[in-house]
């Protein structure tokens, strides 16, 4: 009975390195950048102290940031149909070692909107919406799997006005 709580103790702290990996998560934000934006990538953890821990970020192999509370950094997202590994290594103040890696990819979604209003023969801009006016959009997706786009055909389009599902157009 000893031996199996003295063996169940050692493993709980001396554990492989996979659990420790899934006691902290990398944060990206946005979620699904659009190609060449500002991405933020952070740890988060309620496991251990972040801030006191050293934090290493590599993004496609290169680092670009390391030291004690390093919790997050600022990139370029990928090009349109582009990959970006971001890689983080922590050691926390206890020794332990950990690593976790996000693989983000360039998508974008272009919106296309007219207005189904009456314009004069002569008026050169775009017919506006007025009160109670109909909108007509379109969705042209640019996404990506696997460096390969997505047909727009295997795609799922849910569409909702004013919050509400519209299952006439979806």
Known sequence: LFLAFVAIFFLSFCGDSKAFDSSFSVVVSP????????????????????????????????????????TKIDFIGPELGGNKQVDVFITTLDGQEGSQSVVITGNDIDFIWQS???????YKGKSLPVRESQIKVTAIP??????????KDNLVYD????????FNAS
Not at 116 to 122: G, I, L
């Open 116 to 122: 189904m209003t009456y314009t004069p023969v002569w």
């Open 159 to 166: 569409w909702s006005l004013n919050y509400k599902k519209d």
């Open 31 to 70: 979620k699904n950048p659009t190609a060449n934006t500002q991405v933020m990538a952070r740890v988060e953890s309620y496991s251990f102290d972040v801030d006191r821990a050293s934090i290493l970020w590599k993004v496609d192999g290169v680092t670009v940031s390391s030291g004690t509370g390093k």
């Open 142 to 151: 640019y996404l990506f799997d696997g460096g390969q786009r997505i047909q």
